[in-house]
């Protein structure tokens, strides 16, 4: 596709209930983010993919958060029983390299009730 | 590791005055440094990049940021703000490893 796409848009779970975000990149990108951005707050990193590289999965919340990324291609966060603080907007980024430019998802919002 | 400050959360602007948003980074190497702008519903977007070239980079909508060794910092202004400019700035440094997204500075412009 043109850009980078995420599913679903809008996802509304109850606490306690499982949820898979997908993320599709631009063909060609070796380098996958997730970031989670909440209400009123900045961007905060989650994980990051590059290539066949071990994921840096530091900033993973807790044991819940997981994500999985087949090559270069899709990338899917999974969150396990879900809280309400999980509730934020969760965006995908790729980039053509490490340092290049990220391009985008619109971002998937969840929302925990 | 890098990290990156942005000093102030808020800034308020009448418009056809100069915009300063400013942006302290923390890095090992030679970073490449980014101003991203997200605005109300919208999509990240890339308003300019610097990568080791000339320290003064010019960006998109008449943005332009500033590389200072020296200072640690990447400021970025506008020299007259416009309405459309009201939207949240993230300053994002990277050296060689993953970028790391400052925590945004919310900019409202004032008619």
């Known amino acids: 596709g043109a850009g980078v796409s995420q599913s679903p848009s809008n996802k509304v779970t109850e606490k306690g209930k499982d949820v898979e975000l997908r993320c599709d990149p631009i063909?060609?990108?070796?380098?996958l983010y997730w970031y989670r951005q909440r209400l009123g707050q900045g961007l905060e990193f989650l994980i990051y993919?590059?290539?066949?590289?071990?994921?840096?999965k530091s900033g993973l919340p807790s044991d819940r958060f997981s994500a999985e990324r087949t090559g270069e291609s899709v990338s899917t966060l999974t969150i396990q029983r879900t809280q309400q603080e999980d509730s934020a907007v969760y965006l995908c980024?790729?980039?053509?390299?490490?340092?290049?430019?990220?391009?985008f998802g619109e971002g998937s919002r969840l929302t925990v009730l | 590791a890098q990290s990156v400050t942005q000093l102030d959360s808020h800034v308020s602007v009448s418009e056809g005055t100069p915009v300063l948003l400013r942006c302290n980074y923390s890095?090992?190497?030679?970073?490449?440094l980014f101003w991203y702008v997200q605005h109300p519903n919208k999509g990240l977007q890339l308003l300019l990049k610097?990568?080791?070239?000339?320290?003064l980079v010019k960006g998109i909508n008449g943005f332009e940021a500033e590389f200072k060794k020296s200072e640690t910092s990447f400021h970025l202004t506008k020299p007259s703000a416009h309405m459309s400019d009201a939207a949240e700035y993230f300053c994002?440094?990277?050296?060689?490893?993953?970028?790391?997204f400052g925590a945004g500075t919310i900019l409202r412009v004032k008619s």
């Open positions: 980024a790729s980039s053509l390299r490490v340092t290049g430019e990220l391009f």
């Open positions: 063909s060609g990108h070796t380098a």
């Open positions: 993919f590059q290539g066949n590289s071990a994921p840096d």
């Open positions: 890095s090992s190497y030679s970073p490449s």
């Open positions: 610097y990568t080791s070239a000339a320290t």
């Open positions: 994002v440094v990277s050296d060689l490893d993953k970028l790391v």
